[in-house]
């Protein structure tokens, strides 16, 4: 335990780089201001000695009064510069390790990520990693000045009447012992903390993306029974924390605030057998039991502290996954094939198995297939969201485990089924971090057929694009989706097609922009509207977990009978033309 508390604070040392060098000398300064406690002690202490020796003058009040304020003002004023130093290094370091989680997870594999929840990641990323500056910039300092002032009070006392500063550290060990008996599986119990709070804040981004849907069925907070469940756990957590944790906190308080109940009667004792002068056993009767209460806060430090081990385990699980470094330039060739590829998501149902596919450079495919057949997941693995678990996937020849993957990610667009706008201006959203000129995103928009539209918004191209892209259309945000691609202009473009977001008028508009993207490029579009395939120079079959048939369309309709059938279902619902009669839907040829 030891040894994993001392790693994961060097560990946080190091995260922080050189802004350690402002913890450590708040930590510095803390000390000295600790140690500074125990000076009005000394000045009161030696007036008091002055004033029963009968020396007592004005010069002993005034040169005792100048170090006492002295004292006080260097344990304040230093205390005061170490908390600015501890909260800049602190603040510097949240932001590098926010900088370094966000940066790896863009680097490792999504299939890494997929297995820790939403709810997971974001706990990580706001509750953990926020813990961190809670230590750094309060618990750390105060850390040291609540032990450092205790300890010089006590050497202090010691220098007086070392038998009695013994006899007032006996409250310090049994509250000792209450602490180690509280502490006790904490660790499992953070860990209890830590899980219920992921499962609560992942419940809770469901239910608030599900809000639509819960209006719609009419079902209140109540009946989201996942999302009240979530909370009567989190609750229980901290309900059994507080069981555990409250008898033995009261416990501690109890007793390092009862040193007056051995300084007093003893202090006392020795007095009257005249082994203690006067100013000894008022300074015993009040210090001697007082000085330890200054430990109070190191229970609560103490319970914190356990979170914040918690906290910088959990952002380092994400940070050791190793990320896809190295590797070589993008092929000049954009030629692609896979080969025998097989692919689990759980790395035990094959969601692929031996699947071949090999398309040409400028090549334009379409991959069809049942919903579930695999598509989507063909051409994750063509992005390399994702490893294949057997075979090779391969790019201009080469395999795209050896290309650089950020090289990778560069030359391949990929317009998602479903688009996500940020929320930041229209602009932005099609630059995405490029240093596009606002005429070069105007031409991109322009030939996605959605530049006329940004030119009717109140701001234009400026116009902030409400949360979660609410103020556009399914279609739109689609379209806006095409004008990123364009802009990218990436030699190999997957187009997860999509039918739900477009209305006819829509429609052909996407069909148009889609045409204006796909231009001189390798093209894989994951066909669900048959319509598109007649666009392409060939389509691909995917069922029964691998590439069952390839060819032109008329080959492919000649060979396979889910495509027949398709074609048969999709031509004959084409035919259908709906009309409402005395509020019954007819459906006729
Ligand atoms: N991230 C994931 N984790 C686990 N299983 C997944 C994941 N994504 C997809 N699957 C499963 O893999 C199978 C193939 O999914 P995929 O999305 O590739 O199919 P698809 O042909 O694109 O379907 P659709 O046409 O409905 O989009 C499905 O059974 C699906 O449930």
Redesign the pocket.
């Known amino acids: 335990m030891k040894q994993k508390e001392k790693n994961s604070i060097s560990l946080l040392l190091t995260w922080a780089g050189r802004d350690r060098y402002y913890l450590y000398l708040s930590i510095f300064l803390s000390l000295i201001s600790g140690l500074s406690t125990m000076v009005p002690y000394y000045a009161v202490y030696k007036i008091m000695e002055s004033v029963y020796s009968n020396i007592f003058t004005k010069e002993i009040l005034w040169k005792y009064c100048l170090i006492l304020v002295i004292g006080i003002a260097v344990r304040f004023i230093l205390f005061g510069i170490a908390g600015v130093l501890s909260h800049k290094g602190a603040y510097n370091t949240l932001f590098k390790v926010h900088c370094m989680v966000v940066d790896h997870m863009a680097k490792i594999p999504l299939g890494n990520l997929?297995q820790r929840n939403t709810g997971e990641i974001k706990t990580v990323l706001n509750e953990e990693i926020e813990k961190l500056e809670l230590f750094l910039a309060h618990h750390l300092p105060e850390l040291v000045y609540y032990v450092s002032g205790p300890i010089a009070v006590f050497i202090y006392l010691c220098t007086v009447n070392w038998k009695l500063a013994l006899i007032s550290l006996i409250p310090l060990f049994l509250a000792f012992l209450v602490i180690i008996n509280m502490f006790r599986g904490i660790d499992q119990m953070m860990e209890r903390a830590t899980r219920s709070l992921f499962n609560l804040n992942s419940t809770m981004i469901e239910y608030i993306s599900g809000m639509k849907l819960i209006k719609a069925y009419n079902m209140g907070s109540r009946s989201f029974k996942k999302y009240s469940d979530a909370i009567e756990d989190e609750c229980s957590v901290w309900k059994d924390t507080s069981r555990k944790m409250g008898p033995p906190y009261a416990a501690y308080v109890v007793i390092v605030e009862c040193g007056l109940l051995l300084m007093v009667p003893l202090g006392g004792l020795w007095f009257l057998r005249e082994s203690l002068t006067a100013s000894a056993f008022i300074l015993f009767a009040f210090v001697g039991s007082l000085y330890l209460t200054e430990l109070r806060p190191l229970q609560e430090l103490g319970s914190n502290f356990a979170q914040v081990l918690n906290g910088i385990r959990k952002a380092k699980e994400i940070l050791d996954i190793p990320p896809y470094e190295g590797g070589s330039d993008f092929p000049k060739k954009h030629d692609i094939v896979l080969n025998n590829v097989s692919f689990a998501?759980?790395g035990k149902n094959n969601?692929l198995q031996n699947c071949n596919l090999s398309i040409k450079d400028g090549e334009k495919i379409a991959l069809v297939?049942?919903?579930?057949?695999?598509?989507?997941?063909?051409v994750?693995l063509i992005a390399r969201f994702y490893d294949v678990s057997q075979g090779e996937v391969l790019i201009g020849g080469e395999n795209v485990k050896d290309i650089n993957y950020e090289t990778l990610l560069q030359n391949v667009s990929i317009v998602f089924?479903k688009t996500f706008l940020t929320k930041d201006s229209v602009l932005e959203n099609i630059r995405m971090g490029s240093n596009a000129t606002l005429e070069e995103v105007r031409i991109a928009a322009k030939q996605a057929q959605i530049d006329e539209f940004i030119m009717s918004l109140p701001d234009g191209y400026d116009t902030l694009v409400g949360s979660y892209g609410s103020r556009f259309s399914g279609g739109e945000k689609q379209r806006i989706a095409i004008a990123r691609a364009i802009l990218k202009n990436a030699p190999i473009l997957i187009l997860?097609e999509a039918t739900s977001a477009a209305d006819p008028e829509n429609q052909v508009e996407i069909d148009r922009a889609i045409q204006n993207l796909c231009k001189g490029k390798t093209v894989i579009i994951?066909a669900?509207r048959l319509g598109v395939v007649l666009q392409c120079d060939r389509v691909a079959i995917?069922e029964n977990n691998t590439i069952s048939c390839i060819g032109t369309h008329d080959e492919v309709k000649r060979k396979n009978k889910y495509y027949q059938r398709a074609w048969g279902d999709y031509e004959q619902a084409r035919g259908i033309a709906y009309h409402i009669e005395g509020g019954v839907l007819y459906g006729s040829k």
């Open positions: 997929s998501y759980d969601v297939g049942q919903s579930g057949a695999g598509k989507s997941t063909v994750q089924q997860d994951v669900h995917v």
